[in-house]
């Protein structure tokens, strides 16, 4: 069964500080995707990312990058030099091959904190 | 271009009421997802449409449906709302079907009193 857990509920930092979000994610499936969102106060879902099961390349963008490793089934974001505009909740999700690419299955998320 | 739109943003309905959502996607986008979140269950999947098809369903009861229009624009429709109905009701459009990227709307959100 799929499944993504986010273990960490929330998180609070300094401006400027780095910031990692953890993710792992359980599948059976060979070929799958994993994807990262931003959750903002106003609702909307925001894509950051999205890596399928067979590119393991860590990917850096701007300030944000990813750590995916499959010997650990986990999918990780740093956020670099955090800035307030970061607060929000963000959403680790997977979508799998046998059940629907559309379909995707999110943790629960972590809130960040960012303060000035 | 336009993001994908959601309509109504908020509404107030009571229990044993029926409630439709109507989401339309980014222009081009032929798949059409959406997802119930709540508190207490989190994001969750509810169906899926491609082609005014489901080609994929969640764990949902049937009074939980949908439909897609020829122009991809999207319907979800709610019957007999319970309390455990409020939720927001997120939308997603996807250009194609094999894991692109979902963008979703600033959803509806439902209270059901």
């Known amino acids: 069964a799929q499944k993504v857990t986010q273990a960490q509920t929330e998180i609070s930092v300094v401006e400027k500080e780095d910031v990692t979000l953890d993710c792992v994610y359980e599948?059976?499936?060979?070929?799958?995707?994993l994807f990262w969102y931003k959750q903002p106060p106003s609702g909307e879902l925001v894509f950051l990312i999205r890596r399928n099961s067979f590119d393991e390349q860590n990917e850096i963008s701007g300030r944000y990058s990813w750590n995916f490793q499959k010997s650990t089934s986990s999918f990780n974001f740093t956020i670099t030099a955090s800035q307030v505009v970061d607060s929000a909740v963000y959403f680790c999700?997977?979508?799998?091959?046998?059940?629907?690419?559309?379909?995707?299955?999110f943790g629960t998320g972590t809130r960040l904190l960012v303060s000035p | 271009k336009a993001g994908v739109t959601q309509t109504p943003r908020y509404l107030i309905k009571t229990r044993g009421q029926q409630v439709t959502l109507s989401c339309s996607p980014i222009s081009g986008h032929r798949s059409v997802s959406w997802y119930q979140q709540t508190p207490g269950q989190g994001l969750q999947f509810l169906f899926e449409?491609?082609?005014?098809?489901?080609?994929n369903k969640g764990n949902f009861p049937g009074r939980f449906s949908g439909r897609q229009f020829s122009n991809s624009r999207s319907e979800m429709n709610v019957s007999t709302l319970e309390l455990g109905d409020s939720a927001l009701y997120l939308c997603a459009s996807s250009l194609v079907q094999t894991g692109g990227e979902l963008f979703f709307g600033e959803g509806s959100r439902l209270t059901v009193l």
């Open positions: 599948t059976r499936d060979t070929t799958y995707y």
């Open positions: 999700a997977l979508s799998e091959a046998n059940t629907g690419f559309q379909k995707l299955v």
């Open positions: 449409y491609f082609s005014e098809t489901q080609r």
